[in-house]
């Protein structure tokens, strides 16, 4: 009876003994890391652990039209590896976020890259636009305030990605990219012409860059803030593009959804600051998401000097002498003819000359006619039997009896 007892106690204790060590043991194991990371030779010191969070960002872009910075000969366009966005992660404060993936994702993940300082407001939404820039706001409806620059770099086969704006929001981290833009290309040809820029203004002022207001959604609704804007976008090669003859070269600007109602200019520089100007007066609509691009232009660049004897001098009555200053010259080609016009934008005056034949030379001979129109409302027009008198450096010079016409042709 005793035996048992003491058995008894000796297999509890035994047992009550084992517990107690297992339980030592998993204090020291647990212990151990502590003392790996606060001891050095020999001393004690206070160690912080400091733990920060990999945000990431889900990103995919608008499909059935022209999405972003990168476009491939089917104009379809894709994330670049690098890209920033802003995010505003339901608040007003401007984050950076940088994309992992690589060229040609046409979704991926951006993870935080740089966080904005300041008090930020709350907001009940993900907010993100692209690309992302210093001067990004949103305030605390939800309207954010990009920009669009008036100067824009040339990329071959595409446009500038830092002009090119996409916005999006969300209830979480994983936002559909929308298009607030839409891309207008222009084709040139023109044998020996190297390209430096090309400008674009619409004939009826409208304006074009600067501080762009956008509330984003379905679709985002975006309008250009009229403090600091351009009427004017000029796109720049860092190299001249030359051209050629026969085959065009595409080159791409990034406007806001718009109407040019009275047409636009478009202004080609060449290497030497030589320029030519092609003026259309059609109303040109530019739609959200979607590429226009231009019939084919052939590029005559001025000589310069010569321009400044470029004029109607008609034997009876005044003479209309090309000021630079307030007008552009046009040439409109069109089954083997050729029309010249002067136009002046703030009067909506146009004089033209026309159809001349494309292929005249020197000693040539037909009949065309002057006319000037008002608004689009013709004021006078007369016939003429048209001598060419000469045909050199892209100035063609035509006489008819008195009346001499000195034309960019």
Partial sequence: MYVKIAYFFIFANQRYFNLMMKGIKLLLLCGLPLLLFSCKNGETEEVQASVVPVRIIHAGLEQGGESKAYMDESCKLFWNAGDRISVFEKSTRNDCYA?????????GSFQLSAQASGQPEALDKFFAAYPWRETNSINSSGVMSLTLPANQVLHDGSFDPDAHLMVAVSENNSMGFKNACCCLGFRLTGQGVKVKSLSIKGNNGELLAGTVVVSAGDVPDCQIAQ??????ITLTAENPVELNGETPVSFWMTL???TFSNGF??????????TFEKTTDKSVVLQRNHAVQMAAVEVIISQ???????????EAGNSHVYDPASEQVNIYKAEGNVWVRFINPSELRVIEVGPIPAD???GSQFQAS??????GEEQSSADYQMTVDSLDGGILTLSSGKSLFVLRF
């Fill in 99 to 107: 994309f992992l993936g690589k060229d040609g994702d046409k979704s």
């Fill in 304 to 314: 310069g000097e010569s321009d400044e004897s470029l004029g109607i001098y008609p």
């Fill in 227 to 232: 403090e600091g804007a351009s009427d004017e």
């Fill in 256 to 258: 806001l959804p718009m």
């Fill in 360 to 362: 005249i030379v020197p």
């Fill in 265 to 274: 200019t478009l202004t080609v520089t060449d290497d030497n600051g030589g």
């Fill in 370 to 375: 002057l006319s000037e129109s008002l608004a």
